[in-house]
């Protein structure tokens, strides 16, 4: 491909969650950047820039990745998924997001974003998840608010559920009372 | 906290990406997983004046066995080679190793030969490397070398790589009838080694590789010794490792888990033998 | 249908919060998400890499001059715009938000730069370039107060901003009654609750009105708007402050973004453009604000059956380099709690406020309480050991007894209510206590380390705004005037369709008050909480406020939602009056219940709610005489138990004080010296529990916080104030695999004094867990000194006694003593030897040779020739990936020819600064050759310090090393390159180190 000049801005486009979006950028616009001020996707959280809280994270290609380790121009023609595509439709909750609701999984919320990315593609993968293993797969994120218990007890729960439904429809909830 | 400014080719084939390092020099950097390099970049302890992404190398992503060998590309990420169904039988110390590299999220991009480019003497696979006696196979855009694991790694985060050559592949020996067993103690799950002990266990001796201690990791060979004989070959081993304290750990601390762990490790190796 | 029967409460229900849809979709509106107006500018601010250092001089030419950068200011020009904030004691002493003239903690503002976005923001900093003089630097508190130490402010003699000593009852005759006397000294490190949200802000000006408007993630107290408004030299009301609807987080730390809203002020001001700037992770544990830390002797006078009849303490308080208000609140926060759940009926205290070269402290979860608790829970503990006795029969004889409530302190506080022996005794009913003991006795019997641990504490909430002023003296609380309460603020509202809205100036960080502030309303007006809409979001130019507003001392439950309650009862009052008009039946007779006003034992006389709450708007003619409209009514509520201190420094600093009584079995593993937590419960009176699940959230989450204090989490400095824990690598917060599920056990005391009879609860387990945890592992290991962080290394030792030697022929590095510069730098040390084929003469030649020294400083350009052993140079150095522009200056001194030198270098630049030097000697060997031998030392700071230390130590020998191996193979014709690199540039290449993310490389 030809090279990126640094002083330039260039064309960056991709599917966020399932739509197809671009803008422009420099080489070195970070991913998080990209989605939250270009694009205005501003449910993935930024918490510390170098790849260790875990906020940012969304998935690339099907892969977690953490966004502000990530920089626009790799993701061109990729498809990304992040928080603002998990609901299945604005005024409803998914399983996994009801009951984080259920258990107060969540206070200030800042860093439920990428908790939810990353449970989100776990679940896929892992239906049957034991603790240890959801605790192993969320050691990668920081939350200061919650003790992390009910994020955990949250997430057995969505575990549970959605292999419970299998196939069946989704018991998503109203996202209001 | 953002980075300096940049030129940044996806390269569409190797021959392009070596170009690039040819021409720039100690200017140019390759950018894989970017587990590590992106926040020194987001830092600015790191200013090269051109990204060179290999990620999308079809040829650099791939996994093979061959040849007594376990090849792995340089687009291979972590995650991949630890959910590749032939590691436990042919890298079996990998298997043990690799769940302490980050977390599930890092090693969802990271990349093997990333993680052993970067050369961070507690990282996990540069141990292995060293451990199992592996290679660094390095491509320049005239020619090819393969590097032995002992002399890749040459100081804290150095290595025998020239500025204009990026690591093609690693190579792991398929493993055989000898034990294998992995330690790690770290201030919390998935950190950095405080130190990281890998065993390899065979009828006529033990290699100990330990990570986080001394400037690169670092094996020994040991007849098989029993009691004392084994701790006095451990304490001789902890003291040649020179130590240092840090925020995290003191140096008489490292010293002593390579004693202790180290010989928890040994032992554990040769309860695994075949 | 209309129920009349009494329907249950909404308040007391575990309901799901009304925030969490949108926060659990992305919905959410902190304050990066909302939009700025267009043109607004971004805000990027230069740090100093130093401890202690006049700033001697700093160009911003080439930075202006960058496109896309529209201003760069310096300390004096922000005093052009401001006044000094206000210090928290009176004294001669000046605190302004960025360096004037010198700096004095790592992370100190020295400059900011104003760009069109952050990244070129970012890009101009690279071209500021600052000269400083390093001054020696200060770090330990009681080091602080010693002759002789460095000054960091003239108007604080010694560094000791306040020395104040109390003394309630008599101590004095207690102690020399007292059988016993048991003392015990200890620090508490310096951490922080580091919300995952950083801080951020916009700002703009209008000189038109000489008015500044400012959106910024402050969680208050409100009492700082009026030290922002002086600052900016504007009256309270031209400085309208805003806050966004959600925050990520706070703890007590998004108080301490106040001196960056007055430098975002000034920038939009001299800018002409708002201006937006988001503090990044770095920024934010170097220099955003951390807890005290603090040096404590606790002495206490005992009787033989461990009763304890007086305390005796000694506090030295370190505040950091400023003494920015509200400091000292920390070491007063407690001032009328410091015999904790006990009965004690005499008090001694001393109390010192230092300034050391740390970053300045400020609000943090817990807010005094870590401090007090580790040390009266410590000498409890020590006390049962020194006299045989079970610590749980200690603290039960000594607990505050069930029938004593209210209760005086000897200092002052008013215990409001609490069954301190009830809750201990069901906490070790419900949470096993038995089971652990018997665990206990069979570990021990294995030989295994296993400990428990106990803690009791109150739990202040609900702060006395006078109790700061408990650092004065009584003349000067005089002169000053007089503060005390804790004004709350709630509004409700009702619109023309008899929908009811709520505001209170509560400014939540994510603790859901939105949700029970519906709860109380709700119930008020037998509505559902859904029918309430909740803001909390705060403008200090249209809302009711006042000094107490915010987010702080655990004061919603108590405060906030009462002002609620009281606000939403008196509307119900006038709407009951108006119902009554119309159903014919007393206003007492009318009652509220699904979504009607009905009489009383006759539901069918009933209206709708919305139609009588809509009618103030709609026919305010219709109000029975004596009653006022109901469209708006604000509460404002203050307790009278909060008075001012007395004239003998009584102080009720707090208005509630729940309890607390922890326990916990840790086992220690003998190998590793990591403490496996088995079992914690925390048991809890907070009075009347608004909202279950609120409160176990806010009791596991204070939990995981003390848990990091306790193991995980330090601040930490080099001697000579380098910050050494600068990213989320080395400051350490625990993840889901470090902090276990506690086990919770409540009762219920409700609180006289408050309107819905219930207490703070969030930062009690940051009180007592701590305490708890390290009482266990002293428990364990049979120790007196436990230090936090219990991290495993220092635990190990604890354990392991005498190291085993090294082996003939090997010694161990850290048996050298450990070396500081002359400014306290933490010197890296070395030595090595090399063979070289060349005579003396010949390497004494090329290391005196300017030419040779000149060239071998690889990347240098503009070499200036200072003298024949005295060269600067501007070098752009680095190894692998990392690259940094540096000044340097090299020297060569105690020239013995040709036999030794000393090379000496230093360099200052973007990523740190670093200097050493090595003394090389040379000797003839038996061939014609040279014995090169070389001891060194060298130091790093800065920035590559802050983000690298774990890497810094171990590279020291490697790259030295390999310069003079690499000096051995040029002198000895060995074909070493000609351009290798020098010392200089190894020493700098040291800045080179770095320890971030774990994954990959490249």
């Known amino acids: 491909m030809p090279r990126l000049s640094a002083d330039q801005r260039h064309t960056v486009a991709f599917t966020l969650n399932g739509l197809p979006v671009d803008g422009v950028a420099e080489p070195r616009m970070l991913l998080s950047d990209f989605l939250r001020q270009t694009l205005g996707a501003t449910g993935t959280h930024v918490g510390c820039e170098h790849g260790v809280c875990g906020a940012c994270t969304v998935e690339v290609d099907g892969m977690l990745a953490r966004s502000c380790l990530t920089l626009a121009v790799q993701v061109d023609g990729a498809s990304i998924r992040t928080v603002e595509g998990l609901a299945p439709a604005p005024d409803r909750l998914s399983v996994l997001q009801a009951a984080f609701r259920r258990h107060h999984a ?16 776990f679940l896929k993968a892992n239906p049957e998840p034991d603790e240890a293993q959801v605790r192993d797969l969320l050691s990668g994120h920081l939350c200061r608010c919650t003790g992390y218990t009910p994020i955990v007890r949250a997430a057995l729960e969505a575990a549970a559920e959605l292999s419970a439904q299998d196939t069946a429809a989704c018991q998503e909830e109203p996202a209001h009372a | 906290m953002k980075p300096a400014p940049f030129d940044f080719v996806r390269a569409d084939s190797r021959a392009e990406a070596l170009s690039v390092l040819k021409a720039e020099g100690t200017d140019a950097r390759i950018i894989a997983g970017g587990q590590s390099f992106m926040a020194m970049l987001n830092m600015r302890l790191a200013r090269p004046k051109v990204l060179v992404d290999i990620m999308r190398l079809a040829d650099l992503a ?26 436990s039988r042919t890298l079996p110390l990998i298997a043990k190793a690799l769940p302490y ?59 025998a790589k020239a500025d204009d050559e990026m690591i093609e592949a690693v190579s792991f020996p398929v493993a055989g009838r000898e034990g294998t067993a992995f330690r790690e103690i770290a201030r919390r799950h998935g950190d950095f080694a405080i130190v990281a002990c890998g065993a390899v266990a065979t009828d006529t001796g033990i290699r100990l590789a330990v990570g986080g201690v001394a400037d690169v990791p670092t094996a020994r060979d040991f007849p098989l010794l029993e009691g004392s004989a084994l701790d006095d070959a451990l304490n001789s081993f902890a003291y040649e490792l020179d130590a240092r304290d840090d925020v995290h750990a003191s140096a008489r601390y490292r010293r002593e888990l390579v004693r202790r762990i180290g010989r928890a490790t040994i032992e554990e190796a040769l309860t695994c033998r075949a | 249908m209309l129920d009349v029967s009494h329907k249950e409460n909404w308040l007391g229900r575990d309901v799901e919060r009304v925030e969490d849809a949108a926060l659990l979709t992305g919905r959410g509106r902190y304050m990066d998400d909302l939009g700025t107006r267009p043109g607004t500018l971004h805000m990027a601010i230069l740090r100093s890499p130093h401890a202690h250092a006049d700033i001697v001089s700093i160009n911003c030419s080439s930075a202006q001059q960058l496109t896309g950068v529209a201003a760069v200011l310096t300390g004096e020009d922000i005093t052009k715009y401001t006044t000094s904030l206000v210090v928290g004691v009176k004294a001669p002493v000046t605190c302004w938000p960025m360096a004037v003239g010198r700096v004095r903690y790592v992370g100190e503002p020295v400059a900011l730069v104003v760009a069109r976005d952050r990244y070129v923001a970012e890009d101009a900093l690279d071209l500021i370039e600052v000269r400083y003089e390093t001054r020696t630097a200060v770090v330990d508190p009681l080091a602080a107060m010693e002759d002789g130490a460095p000054l960091l402010h003239d108007g604080f003699a010694r560094n000791t901003a306040s020395d104040r000593s109390f003394r309630y009852g008599d101590p004095e005759s207690a102690f020399a009654a007292a059988a016993h006397r048991i003392s015990l000294s200890m620090h508490y490190p310096r951490n922080s609750c580091t919300p995952i949200e950083t801080y951020g802000l916009v700002a703009e000006y209008d000189p038109g009105e000489d008015a500044y408007d400012v959106l910024a993630n402050f969680q208050g107290p409100f009492s700082i708007h009026a030290v922002i408004s002086r600052a900016l030299k504007v009256p309270g009301n031209r400085l309208r402050l805003r806050t966004p609807p959600d925050s990520g987080g706070s703890f007590g730390i998004k108080q301490g973004i106040f001196p960056y809203i007055v430098l975002g002020a000034v920038a939009a001001r001299v800018s002409g453009k708002p201006v937006k700037w988001i503090e990044d992770r770095l920024e934010h544990l170097m220099a955003s604000v951390s807890a005290t830390n603090r040096a404590t002797t606790l002495t206490a006078a005992v009787t033989p059956e461990g009763r304890i009849t007086a305390l005796d303490w000694d506090q030295v308080e370190d505040c950091g380099a400023h003494l920015r208000a509200p400091e000292p609140a920390t070491l007063y926060r407690m001032h009328g709690n410091l015999t904790g759940a006990y009965d004690i009926p005499h008090v001694r205290v001393r109390n010192r406020v230092v300034v050391t070269n740390k970053c300045p402290t400020g609000l943090n979860r817990g807010f005094g309480g870590p401090q007090v608790y580790f040390a009266l829970e410590r000498l409890v503990q020590r006390i049962a050991v020194e006299l045989g006795l079970d610590p749980l029969a200690v603290i039960r004889r000594n607990l505050v007894p069930t029938g004593a409530f209210p209760y005086r302190t000897a200092p002052g506080a008013l215990l409001d209510s609490g069954d301190y022996a009830g809750t201990l005794e069901k906490g070790i009913a419900e949470g096993g206590l038995a089971e652990l003991l018997a665990r206990r006795d069979a570990a021990r019997a294995e030989g295994r380390l296993y400990g428990i641990g106990y803690a009791a504490a109150v739990e202040p909430s609900i702060s006395n705004m006078g109790y700061i002023a408990t650092v004065l003296t009584p ?39 939105r949700t029970v502030i519906a709860q109380v309303v709700a119930d008020a007006f037998g509505l559902a909480p859904a029918d309430i809409r909740v803001n909390a979001e705060m403008d200090t130019a249209k809302d009711a406020w006042s000094i107490a507003s915010g987010n702080y001392s655990s004061r919603f439950a108590g405060a906030v939602a009462g002002a609620a309650s009281l606000a939403a009862k008196r509307l119900a009052e006038r709407l009951a009056r108006i119902a009554a008009a119309q159903l014919n039946v007393p206003p007492d007779e009318v009652v509220f219940a699904g979504g009607k006003l009905a009489a009383k034992g006759n539901p069918g006389n009933a209206l709708s709610f919305s139609r009588v709450a809509a009618l103030s708007h709609w026919s305010p003619a219709q109000l029975p005489d004596d009653t006022a409209p109901t469209i708006r009514e604000t509460a404002f509520w203050t307790p009278p138990e909060l008075t001012a201190a007395d004239d003998a420094d009584h102080i009720n600093s707090s208005l509630c004080y729940g309890f607390i009584f922890d326990y916990c079995g840790v086992e220690i593993d003998r190998d590793t010296g990591e403490i496996h937590i088995d079992r914690y419960v925390t048991a809890h009176d907070c009075g009347t529990i608004l909202h279950p699940g609120m409160v176990d959230g806010q009791i596991r989450g204070g939990f995981a916080h003390a848990l990091g204090a306790a193991l995980l989490e330090e601040y930490a400095y080099g001697p000579d104030g380098s910050f050494l824990t600068g990213t989320f690598a080395d400051y350490l917060l625990p993840t889901t695999t470090e902090v276990p599920e506690p086990v919770i056990i409540h009762t219920q005391t409700p609180s006289p004094f408050t309107p819905l009879g219930a207490k703070g609860v969030g930062e009690g387990n940051c009180m007592s867990t701590p305490a708890c945890l390290a009482n266990a592992v002293a428990d364990a290991l049979g120790v007196a000194d436990i230090r936090l962080p219990m991290v495993p290394s220092a635990i190990a030792a604890l354990i392991q006694g005498e190291e085993r030697p090294a082996p003939e022929g090997l010694k161990a590095r850290s048996n050298a003593p450990k070396a500081t510069g002359a400014k306290g730098e933490k010197m890296m040390r070395g030595e090595g030897r090399a063979s070289i084929g060349a005579p003396p003469e010949k390497i004494w030649a090329m290391l005196l040779d300017p030419k040779t020294l000149e060239s071998i400083i690889p990347g240098a350009h503009g070499v200036e020739k200072v003298s024949d052993t005295h060269f600067r140079a501007d070098v752009t150095l680095g190894i692998g990936p990392v690259k940094g522009r540096y000044r340097a200056e090299v020297t060569l001194s105690d020239l013995d020819a040709p036999k030794a030198v000393t090379l000496g270098g230093k360099v200052e630049g973007n990523l740190g600064f670093g200097g050493g030097s090595g003394r090389i000697t040379l000797t003839p060997d038996a061939k014609g050759g040279t014995d090169l031998s070389y001891t060194y030392e ?24 390999q310069f003079f191996s690499a000096l051995a193979r040029r002198a000895g014709g060995s074909g070493g390159a000609a351009s290798g690199p020098g010392l200089l540039a190894r020493i700098l290449s040291l800045l080179s180190l770095f320890s971030g993310s774990k994954g990959d490389g490249k």
């Not at chain 1, 919320?109 to 908790?115: E, M, N, V």
């Open chain 1, 106 to 121: 969540l206070q200030c919320g800042f860093c439920t974003a990428g908790i939810l990315m990353s449970l989100d593609a």
């Open chain 2, 62 to 87: 791939t996994l093979s066995e061959a040849k007594g060998d376990v090849l792995v590309g340089a687009g291979i990420r972590q995650a991949r080679l630890l959910a590749w169904d032939d590691l």
């Open chain 2, 101 to 159: 590299t980050g977390h599930v999220q890092t090693r969802a991009r990271g990349t093997v030969c990333g993680s052993i480019a970067h050369a961070d003497p507690s990282a996990e696979l540069p141990l292995c490397l060293v451990a199992l006696k592996g290679h660094v196979h390095l491509a320049t855009a005239k020619a090819k070398r393969k590097v032995a694991a002992a002399d890749f790694f040459t100081g804290m985060m150095a290595t």
């Open chain 3, 475 to 513: 003349a000067e609380r005089k002169k000053a005037g007089p503060k005390n309460g804790a004004q709350a603020t709630a509004t409700i509202s009702i619109d023309p369709v008899g929908s009811v809205s709520a505001h209170v100036a509560s400014v939540p960080q994510g603790q859901g008050h």
């Open chain 3, 938 to 961: 060298a130091f790093v700071g800065g920035k590559v310090a802050s983000v690298g230390g774990r890497l810094l130590d171990g590279a020291a020998k490697v790259i030295i090393g």
